[in-house]
T-cell receptor, first 116, second 114 residues
Framework: AQRVTQVQPTGSSQWGEEVTLDCSYE???????IFWYRQLFSGEMVFLIY??????QNQRSGRYSVVFQKSFKSISLVISASQPEDSGTYFC?????????????FGQGTKLSIKP | EAAVTQSPRSKVAVTGGKVTLSCHQT?????MYWYRQDTGHGLRLIHY???????EKGDIPDGYKASRPSQENFSLILELASLSQTAVYFC?????????????FGSGTRLTVL
């Protein structure tokens, strides 16, 4: 069975610091992708970055990167030089390639607050 | 920029009433989805569609129907609304051609069933 777990319900950091948000998942598939989305206070969901299981290289996109530990079924989102605008709720989501596209299993989310 | 619009933005419904949530996308995407978010939780897939006039059940389809009359429009229908269906509903679309399964979300519809 698929499951995505984000054990940190909340997090906080100071402006300019690096932030790490953790996610673990369960899947029996070999090919899958892990996505990170941010939910703004307005409710809007914004795509940040994704990691394919077959790529051993940690993905990067601007100030976002991931630390992918495939053997532990764990992935962390790293936000460098955090800013107050980064505040929001961050969701990790699993997509298994044996399933049809877009069927994402979401974690519970981590509400992040960046203090000025 | 992808555009997915949902209507209404919020709605109050009575138990046992019929509710229709609408979603319109201008992205020319084949894939559309309805997700539900309960307070303090992640999103769960209700229904999805890959082509007009066809819908598929997601992980929590009970109590919901979906309709995809055209590529651009995807509706979620609650025939007999219940208190447990109070939640925020998100519509999303994606394009297989992009190859990343990135979903573009609407702003959500906050549904309160009394």
């Amino acid at each position: 069975a698929q499951r995505v777990t984000q054990v940190q319900p909340t997090g906080s950091s100071q402006w300019g610091e690096e932030v790490t948000l953790d996610c673990s998942y369960e899947t029996s598939e070999y090919f899958y992708r892990i996505f990170w989305y941010r939910q703004l206070f307005s409710g809007e969901m914004v795509f940040l970055i994704y990691q394919p299981s077959f790529d051993t290289q940690n993905q990067r996109s601007g100030r976002y990167s991931v630390v992918f530990q495939k053997s532990f079924k764990s992935i962390s989102l790293v936000i460098s030089a955090s800013q107050p605008e980064d505040s929001g709720t961050y969701f990790c989501a699993l997509s298994e390639l044996s399933y049809n596209q877009g069927k994402l299993i979401f974690g519970q989310g981590t509400k992040l607050s960046i203090k000025p | 920029e992808a555009a997915v619009t949902q209507s209404p933005r919020s709605k109050v419904a009575v138990t046992g009433g019929k509710v229709t949530l609408s979603c319109h996308q201008t992205n020319n995407h084949d894939y559309m989805y309805w997700y539900r978010q309960d307070t303090g939780h992640g999103l769960r897939l209700i229904h999805y569609s890959y082509v007009a006039d066809s819908t598929e059940k997601g992980d929590i389809p009970d109590g919901y129907k979906a309709s995809r009359p055209s590529q651009e429009n995807f509706s979620l229908i609650l025939e007999l609304a219940s208190l447990s269906q109070t939640a925020v509903y998100f519509c999303a679309s994606s394009d297989d051609r992009e190859g990343t399964e990135t979903l573009y979300f609407g702003s959500g519809t906050r549904l309160t069933v009394l």
